[in-house]
C-alpha cells in the first residue's frame, strides 16, 4: 500500500459545482496535512493546510479524519480556473509525502 | 523575482553523462528540498538540508545522486552517469523552520532533465 494515496481522475464538472476530493494516508502518525495545487507544467503551491477541526478557505473546505486516515479538499462554486492538479501531502516527521494528484477539470 | 529559482530550466543530456542541477531558495529560508516529479506522479522527495547541513539523504535515488549546499545558501543536485529513467523534472523548495513544525514550501520552476 503507497504511503499517500489519491484517486487520479480526472474528475471533469461543470462550471458552479461542487467537487471533493479524498486522499488516505498509511501512516497513523502522521502529523501535517496539505493540499497543494499544481497547474499544467507549473510548480506545486501550497492551497492550503489541514486541520483537525477542519478550515475553510473562501469556496475551499478541508477536513481530517485521523481515525480513518483520509484528508479531504471540497470546492463549492467551481470556476473555469479552478481546472489543476490537487495534491495532498502528508508529514509524519519531516520529509513530506506527495500524492499522485487529482486532476480536475472544469468545463463551461 | 524573490522566489525559488533553479537552472537550467531544461537539460537534455546522453546517457552515461554527469549533470548537475542549481537551486537558489528565498534568501530568509534555511530549509531546502530536492524531489523529482515524473508524469502523472507527485513529487517524489530525495533530500533535504538545514542551512549547510544535509539532514536526510536515505530517499536519494541511487549512488548517482549527490546533493551539496556549502554554505547554507544555493544547492547543487548532480546526476552521475546518467540514464534513460533519470528523465524527469526536479523540483526544488524552500521553507523556513519553525520549532520542527512543517512551514509552507516554496516550490521553484524546476528543471526538466532529458536522458537520450
Known amino acids: 500500500r503507497k504511503e499517500v494515496e489519491q484517486d487520479p481522475g480526472p474528475f471533469n464538472v461543470p462550471e458552479g459545482a461542487t467537487v471533493a476530493f479524498n486522499c488516505t494516508y498509511s501512516n497513523s502518525a502522521s502529523q501535517s496535512f496539505f493540499w497543494y495545487r499544481q497547474d499544467c507544467r507549473k510548480e506545486p503551491k501550497l492551497l492550503m493546510s489541514?486541520?483537525?477541526s477542519g478550515n475553510e478557505d473562501g469556496r475551499f473546505t478541508a477536513q481530517l479524519n485521523r481515525a480513518s486516515q483520509y484528508i479531504s479538499l471540497l470546492i463549492r462554486d467551481s470556476k473555469l480556473s479552478d481546472s489543476a492538479t490537487y495534491l495532498c501531502?502528508?508529514?509524519?516527521?519531516?520529509?513530506?509525502?506527495f500524492g499522485r494528484g487529482t486532476s480536475l477539470i472544469v468545463h463551461p | 523575482d524573490t522566489g525559488v529559482s533553479q537552472d537550467p530550466r531544461h537539460k537534455i543530456t546522453k546517457r552515461g553523462q554527469n549533470v548537475t542541477f542549481r537551486c537558489d531558495p528565498i534568501s530568509e529560508h534555511n530549509r531546502l528540498y530536492w524531489y523529482r516529479q515524473t508524469l502523472g506522479q507527485g513529487p517524489e522527495f530525495l533530500t533535504y538540508?538545514?542551512?549547510?547541513?544535509?539532514?536526510?539523504k536515505s530517499r536519494l535515488l541511487s549512488d548517482r545522486f549527490s546533493a551539496e549546499r556549502p554554505k547554507g545558501s544555493f544547492s547543487t543536485l548532480e546526476i552521475q552517469r546518467t540514464e534513460q529513467g533519470d528523465s524527469a523534472m526536479y523540483l526544488c523548495?524552500?521553507?523556513?523552520?519553525?520549532?520542527?513544525?512543517?512551514?509552507?514550501?516554496?516550490f521553484g520552476p524546476g528543471t526538466r532533465l532529458t536522458v537520450l
Open positions: 538540508f538545514q542551512n549547510e547541513a544535509q539532514l536526510e
Open positions: 523548495a524552500s521553507s523556513l523552520p519553525q520549532g520542527g513544525s512543517y512551514n509552507e514550501q516554496f
Open positions: 489541514v486541520y483537525s
Open positions: 501531502v502528508v508529514r509524519g516527521s519531516y520529509i513530506p509525502t
